[in-house]
């Protein structure tokens, strides 16, 4: 099962282009299960038009193991089962536009 491994939040990711920051983690229910959101901004910048920026939403999938070890460096991992049915992201997208508009969302593969 894929594990993911929890940021603190305000942990900052600089890429040649820009940078995003994990902004919060959130558990939310959905058909009698956790679903693991992950809350960020991205910002990109470009020599002609500045910086931009965007809030994303990564969806790693439902909660099997809720921080069942730490790494090495002492960071959480979480055991999770990815969203691979379109028709359940699509009601997930939809619940995650109502609370957060204007959001990128992802569902990792």
Known sequence: ??????????????????????????RIAHRGRE?????????????CCGAQGCRFLNVPGYVAAWKHRLTEN???????EPVEDEKEQAEIRQILESQFPYSQILFPA
């Open 1 to 26: 099962m894929p594990e993911y491994l929890h940021q603190e939040p305000g942990t900052e990711v600089r890429f040649i282009a820009g940078h995003y920051a994990i902004v919060e983690e959130r």
């Open 35 to 47: 679903l693991l959101v992950v809350v960020g901004i991205a910002v990109v910048g470009s020599a």
């Open 74 to 80: 002492g960071l959480p991992v979480s055991e999770v």
